[in-house]
């Protein structure tokens, strides 16, 4: 009789011990699986701050070229272009021609930049239409192509 009673409560015992273990063991697999999805969480998040800054950087020394000698259509060209340069893809971004030597002759913008900066470029373009500081540049058109890189247009 007492070795029936010693057994059951040793097969109990057992039977807890196992079902501990595997919550255990679960609990744990949940914690692995949970580490792995914040560490690509937190690189994802470290990535985008980094891009964020380096549009920042890029904006901030964009502006810093020389804008005391800006006409206002160059400083409004120049606002739209760095207000206009992310990207997902390299279909999203085109070359366009500035006609001003000062914001660079060619830049590369997106879509929406594009469109906007040829209404406020073709204003541009008739006053300084006899000057030909970008015509050699124009002339290396077919070297040049836009292309997405880092979610940011470049030549």
């Not at 914040?38 to 690189?43: D, G, P, V, Y």
């Not at 891009?51 to 006409?71: D, P």
């Not at 204003?123 to 997405?148: G, L």
Request: aromatic share 8%; glycine share 2%.
């Amino acid at each position: 009789m007492f070795h029936r009673v010693a057994f059951k409560w040793l097969t109990i015992t057992a039977i807890v011990l196992v079902g501990f273990l595997v919550a255990l063991l679960f609990l744990g697999y949940l914690l692995k699986e949970n580490e792995v999805k914040t560490t690509k969480l937190k690189a994802q998040l470290e990535q985008e701050a980094y891009q964020r800054q380096e549009k920042e950087k890029r904006k901030k020394n964009y502006f810093s070229s020389s804008s005391t000698t800006l006409s206002p259509s160059e400083k409004s060209q120049q606002k739209i272009i760095a207000n206009n340069l992310e990207c997902q893809s390299d279909k999203q971004c085109f070359v366009v021609y500035t006609h001003s030597q000062v914001l660079g002759c060619i830049v590369a913008i997106n879509t929406k930049g594009t469109a906007i900066l040829l209404k406020v470029a073709s204003e541009n373009q008739r006053k300084s239409s006899s000057d030909s500081s970008c015509q050699k540049e124009y002339q290396k058109t077919d070297e040049i192509s836009a292309q997405c890189k880092n979610k940011l247009c470049s030549l």
